[in-house]
């Protein structure tokens, strides 16, 4: 797979995992997806435990509100943020937001990373803070923004619904919106290119759904 669009529109969240080990090849691969990702003023203010032991990977499971599934990935990437180095350069915006969107690049890099090498991923925001820093012993200053969940996948869910552009994108200002975004700047091969694209997306999934029937 080598289209980024194709990987960014491809790629979902994988929820179950098959119990195999990734090499230390595909692990660092992903990691380093990580450390590509942009960050404010280049402050690359975050740190990747990775985890691969399974007593640490259960017990960190626990501390996602019971969300055992991801005890089976073959690794957890806990990825932590160091807000006092963004807060020393930028003050509070850079202590609470540009912090948090640094990690966010990275944890999106992993992803995409993970899916490009045929694996997959989970997002996983939810967890007891303070009991993944007891468990990884990580210091009260730095935060874990998300556990990324990595391992081949069990299964790949249908693509949740997203809205349309039409929905997402307003023009020049807040709620200016335009029915059809191309039409805009009389781009009318782009129409008929997504229309093209959106009926080979659903006799993809059409043919899908009548494989899972019978
Ligand atoms: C900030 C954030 C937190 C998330 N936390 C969890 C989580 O705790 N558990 C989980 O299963 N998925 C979690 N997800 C994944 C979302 O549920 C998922 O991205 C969404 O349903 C859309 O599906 P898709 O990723 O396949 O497009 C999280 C995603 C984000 C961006």
New binding site residues.
Partial sequence: MNDIIEIIKS???I?SFEAKFLSWEQVAKILDAGRHAPSSGNLQNWKFIAVLEPDLKTKLAEA??D?F??AMASVLIIVCAEPEKAERYFGARGERLYTIQNC?AA?QNMLLEAHSLGLGG??????NEDKIKEICGIPAIVRPQ?IVAIGYAKEV?N??A?FPLETVVYFNKWKNKLRDPEKYSQNYSAILARKAGAAKEKLDQFKKDIVGKF
């Fill in positions: 790629r979902r969240t929820k996602t509100h969300q599934n991801i966010a944890i989970c997002w996983v925001g939810a967890f998300a869910p693509k949740p997203k």
